[in-house]
């Protein structure tokens, strides 16, 4: 089909024709008399009136056709030198014919003007029409309505929803995780109503809940609650922030209780007799102890650290920030394992504790808050932090990364007893936040094209990349290998020397069916973040349209199976077969996380850019260039 000029240029384009017409005409003209029409009939009348009424016709579709003049030309010279064995054949038909007008050809383009079409025609966007994609993110702005909706009805100040059940449960503490996980989800979507519900709660209840609840979790309540508050304080304006919306409380009423509850959550760190915290708190008599076992999670410590930076950062108080650098500067000095570390570690001690290494729960966000902190911190000497984060990830490359048989999907595994012990071909689903962590650690944040134009990437950054790449490939094949298209809590992968006969994920369609092994008690969903994540961070890195469509295939999975009519959506206890059973809980991080990235995946790049935002582990966006105030 023919593309047609914008109207300016078809203007200049005809403005142009009219002027050459003349002088084409006259060179036409000068053709036909001097070829061999003249030689077979100027020398009768019939011929004579034959060649003058072709050139008064040629001249009438030349003034009267509408495409460009170039665009006719060539083909009226290829008339002229046929017309005479054309009129010989049968003088009438042809004269018929030729008085026809011609059919619309499509424009001829300037080199330059073809240079910019076919870039158009060809770009990712383009071809994934702006519109498909418009409707498609907000269909996930309409599912995180119907989750807030029924959080809303049933469960409003409680953790989490029980969307089957219809009520609300707290097992985060009882500070409203949901409200305040959700809040800059709407903020970022537009949706006003949400906003002002969320922070009209926050005002009026959060603080009374601050000074009065019992045990919470240092880790799970600085990264959802404080980090959730501090990310909605800079997206309503706080300290000039982006003021993506105007509704709900003055922004200070967000920045209040964050201070307010991190001042209660410091005892985690004073009371250690290391720099290693502990990892529950007593809200209302600000106590702190370690977890029964006396050990804390690898990851949970050192996943603390940009929410308290930032904090520090928008008040002027650097206590904050300096108690939870304080983990960090303290793991530097440990002994690893190529970068690689075990998931325990004694606030006691200091130690590590154990040989489990892995970059599932327990220890994920270690690798990833290396890198994030790095980048948030790049000006204040932190160097230290990028040094073991390019450590940690040769030593993943070298000793945890491997590929199925017999398709060859890389995944990342185990080494439950060190590495001196075997290696387990486990991944949890946790461990698909690694692609993105690669990709960003490569790119910083621009994109891959940007980087390889300026010159940017290492041979280690562009080894980091393709793992990243095949680590999202990987992931999404977890979740269109099963019977719902939803990815288990855990999968294990065939390795030479393992039977392909283990239990799989019920999809017998998939390609990887005998790649990918999923156990009964790993089956469930929980409606997990980390796969969108590393989608989202791919797209934006790598501008390559796979990743939306792979997003977009989990999104309609979500809303198949795991949609409740009532409102919210529940997680799953069984991803292999249809109909899945239901388990009855909708995770906060589903509002704070999964819709979040979907609704990032499927739009403009500007919102919310990676290379001027990082995000916490549970998603909650902190500008990465900080100003602190002085005191």
């Given amino acids: 089909m023919s593309k047609s000029l914008p109207y300016s240029m078809k203007d200049v384009h005809y403005d142009n024709a009219k002027f050459r017409q003349r002088s084409y005409l006259k060179v036409i003209t000068q053709n036909l008399l001097t070829s061999n029409v003249k ?26 056709h509408t495409s460009p003049i170039h665009a006719v030309s060539g083909l009226a010279k290829d008339i002229g030198a046929k017309v005479g064995d054309n009129l010989n054949m049968d003088g009438s038909s042809r004269v018929d014919k030729f008085w026809r007008k011609l059919p619309r050809l499509p424009p001829r383009f300037s080199p330059d003007e073809i240079g910019s079409t076919n870039s158009s025609i060809h770009d990712p966007e383009k071809l994934n029409a702006a519109s498909d994609w418009r409707a498609r993110q907000q269909s996930v702005k309409n599912a995180f309505i119907h989750a807030w909706s029924g959080y809303k009805n049933y469960a409003m100040g409680h953790d989490e929803l029980m969307p089957l059940s219809q009520r609300g449960v707290d097992g985060l503490g009882g500070l409203g995780a949901t409200v305040v996980d959700a809040l800059d989800t709407a903020m970022i979507m537009g949706i006003d109503e949400v906003v002002s519900e969320a922070g009209s709660w926050i005002e009026k209840h959060l603080p009374e809940r601050i000074s009065q609840k019992g045990q919470v979790n240092l880790f799970e309540t600085i990264i959802r609650v404080v980090g959730g508050l501090l990310s909605a304080y800079h997206l309503s304006g706080g300290e000039q922030g982006k003021n993506l919306i105007h509704k709900g409380p003055n922004p200070t009423v967000y920045l209040t209780n964050a201070r307010n509850l991190a001042d209660h959550l410091l005892v985690a760190f004073t009371s250690s007799p290391t720099a290693i915290p502990f990892s529950d708190v007593v809200l209302h008599d600000r106590s702190a102890h370690a977890a029964p076992d006396g050990l804390s999670s690898t990851s949970e410590v050192s996943t603390l650290q940009l929410e308290l930076n930032y904090l520090s950062s928008v008040t002027g108080d650097p206590k904050y920030s300096k108690v939870s650098m304080k983990v960090l500067e303290h793991m530097k000095t440990l002994p690893k394992e190529e970068g690689l570390v075990p998931i325990y570690i004694s606030p006691h001690s200091g130690e590590f504790s154990g040989g489990n290494i892995r970059l599932g729960s327990r220890g994920d966000s270690y690798y990833e808050y290396l890198l994030k902190v790095w980048l948030q911190q790049r000006d204040n000497n932190v160097t230290y932090l990028h040094d073991m984060y390019e450590e940690a990830m040769k030593g993943v490359r070298h000793l945890l990364v491997r590929k199925s048989i017999p398709n ?17 071909p486990k991944m949890d689903h946790l461990v698909c936040f690694l692609s993105g962590t690669l990709a960003l650690g490569a790119t910083k944040g621009i994109t891959k094209k940007e980087s390889m134009k300026n010159n940017l990437l290492t041979f280690e950054d562009l080894e980091n990349l393709k793992l990243a790449e095949d680590l999202a490939k990987t992931c999404y094949e977890m979740y269109s290998v099963t019977s719902t298209g939803l990815a288990p809590e855990i999968a294990y992968f065939n390795m030479k020397g393992h039977s392909e006969e283990g239990p799989d994920g019920g999809n017998k369609s998939s390609k990887y069916v005998h790649d990918i092994i999923i156990k009964p008690a790993d089956r469930h969903n929980l409606l997990r973040p980390e796969t969108v994540e590393s989608l989202f961070i791919l797209y934006r890195i790598t501008e390559d349209p796979k990743y939306r469509e792979w997003g977009w295939e989990i999104f309609k999975a979500f809303e198949k199976h795991t949609k409740v009519d009532s409102g919210g959506y529940s997680s799953l206890d069984d991803v292999t077969t249809l109909p899945p059973r239901r388990r009855d809980k909708m995770e906060t991080f589903f509002l704070g996380e999964t819709l979040k990235y979907l609704y990032l995946l499927f739009g403009d790049n500007t919102v919310i850019p990676l290379d001027e935002f990082v995000f916490n582990t549970e998603a909650h966006p902190f500008p990465i260039k900080l100003t602190t105030k002085s005191e």
């Fill in 408 to 424: 060859g999907l890389v995944f990342v595994g185990e080494l439950p007893s060190g590495p001196n012990g075997a290696f387990s």
């Fill in 39 to 64: 030689r077979d009939y100027v020398s009768c009348s019939t011929g004579k009136f034959l060649v003058l009424l072709m050139i008064g016709g040629l001249a009438y579709l030349m003034f009267t």
